[in-house]
Structures are given as structure tokens and as C-alpha cells.
């Protein structure tokens, strides 16, 4: 694995400490059930994306480096956009109970689906890229949940639009 592949796990799992840091948590939920129901769900959408490129792989060959860098570039975009709405509407999440983590990781799991199908396109060895996803997740999410009542939420937004950044130069510089 290259440091490029590594800067772009980061960009996907940067999404859930920006995230976090714009969230309302009730104080009564355990930090870490919360942070393991996201690196659950990442780590479950980025295999099952990685499988689904996998299986369909035969479909796009030629295409394959076209192909990953247009992912990568799609979900820094998609980043870009989630930015500017919450910018303009200044939405804000709640977490009272154990099943809203549940949904709200599952929905912030959809960027880990696509950059999973990116990479099994590459035909990168699983094994690494899901050990990695796991720690950047925990890393990340740890951190959030630690530093969310000491940070401003716009620290959070400015976090997403890193990312989203990050993964745009990413696509565009990638093989």
C-alpha cells in the first residue's frame, strides 16, 4: 500500500470526526458503543463494496483506472456538496439512542461503499485495506467523540470540506 492509498482511507474515515463533532450525543450513551457501531458499519460497506467491484470486475476491464479515480473524485464531490448544504441549512444531529447511531452510521457508511468498490477494482489484498479502515474509524471516531464538547460544530464542517478536498486531489493524482 502506497501513501496515497493510505491518504485516502483517511479522507473516507475523516467524514465520521467532522461528523461527530456537529453531533448532539446524549450523555448517557456509552462513547464506546457508539464508536463501534460506525466502525462496524464502515467497515461492513467498505467490504461489501470491495466484493460487489470484485465480482463485477470482468465488466469494466480497460476502464478499471478510469473507473477508480471517478470514484474517488464522485465521493469528494459528494463531500463538497453535504458541506455547502449543512453550510447554508445548519443541520445538526441528535443521538439518544443506541439505534440512531445504528442509522447514522449506516448512512455515513455510503462513501465507504463506494471508495470499497474503488478499491476492489485495484485488486488491493482486502485484508490490509480492513485493518486500516478499522483503525482510521476508531482513530477518528475516539477522537470526536473526545474532543466534541471542546470544539466548535464549524470545526466539524471545515473537517467534511478536508475531506472532501482531499479525496478530489486523491482521485485526480492517483495512479
Do not use: C, E
Amino acid at each position: 500500500m502506497t501513501v496515497l492509498h493510505f491518504l485516502i482511507l483517511i479522507g473516507l474515515t475523516l467524514n465520521l470526526l467532522g461528523f461527530l463533532l456537529q453531533t448532539s450525543i446524549n450523555k448517557k450513551r456509552s462513547v464506546t458503543g457508539i464508536v463501534l457501531v460506525f466502525v462496524l458499519a464502515q467497515t461492513v460497506f467498505f467490504v461489501a463494496g470491495f466484493g460487489l467491484m470484485q465480482w463485477l470486475d470482468n465488466f469494466f476491464d480497460g476502464y478499471n483506472n478510469v473507473l477508480f479515480r471517478s470514484l474517488i473524485i464522485f465521493t469528494g464531490i459528494k463531500r463538497l456538496v453535504q458541506f455547502y448544504n449543512k453550510r447554508k441549512s445548519g443541520d445538526s444531529y441528535r443521538v439518544d439512542h443506541l439505534l440512531d447511531a445504528v442509522f447514522l452510521g449506516v448512512a455515513l457508511s455510503m462513501d465507504a461503499l463506494i471508495i470499497g468498490l474503488a478499491y476492489g477494482i485495484k485488486q488491493v489484498a482486502l485484508s490490509w485495506l480492513v485493518i486500516w479502515v478499522i483503525l482510521f474509524t476508531s482513530l477518528f471516531g475516539l477522537t470526536g467523540m473526545a474532543f466534541k464538547n471542546k470544539l466548535k460544530p464549524k470545526t466539524g464542517k471545515i473537517i467534511d470540506l478536508v475531506s472532501g478536498l482531499l479525496l478530489i486531489i486523491l482521485g485526480i493524482l492517483v495512479w
